[in-house]
């Protein structure tokens, strides 16, 4: 293929997926690219762990729960937490307190970061990330990653009781 034939194929692919984002929403309001950037960044970052790790076994049941919980705490933790704000800050704006110490952020409006503030915000999409990287280092450092796992299990842990206390307080007070 010829630079120039190359070239048109690049345009023809752009002008494919400009009128797919707008057939998907006239407004122009999805991100379609951006998430399509993120699918591949995704996708290459699995598959090049994987390719490191090849075939290690299969993870046993208690890991599987253990990563569950892990990747809950880690990923509200990093797309919710007051404390990992100045992570988000670069793509997202402040709108308000959202829960015991969480906050409420949206995505920033321009094009390159409100795919990613849009990911970083939301505990779902950030969770695919986490359980991902996790079960990569249960793989590559297993002991390592057990244990910072085990930590932050117990941090879900504590927050719950945390918050079955303070409700429980709240009941027998009349609060």
Known sequence: M?????????????G???RVEHTY?????????????????????????ALVVRRRGRPAPWDVALTAVATFRLSRLLSKGSVTSPL???FTT??????????????R???????????????FCVSVWVASSLTAGQLLWPRATRTAMGAVTALAGADALQLTY????DRTTGD
Request: glycine share 12%.
């Open 25 to 49: 929403a006239e407004d122009g309001g999805r991100p379609i690219r951006g998430y399509l950037v993120a699918m591949s960044a995704f996708a290459a970052y699995t598959t090049g762990w």
């Open 166 to 169: 303070g409700a429980l307080v």
């Open 88 to 90: 988000r800050a670069p």
């Open 94 to 107: 402040f709108v308000g307190p959202q829960g015991p110490a969480e906050l409420h952020e949206e995505a």
């Open 2 to 14: 010829t630079r120039t034939s190359e070239g048109g194929a690049v345009s023809r692919v752009k």
């Open 109 to 123: 409006s321009d094009d390159h970061r409100a795919t990613v503030g849009e990911l970083v915000t939301c505990p």
């Open 16 to 18: 494919v997926l400009r």
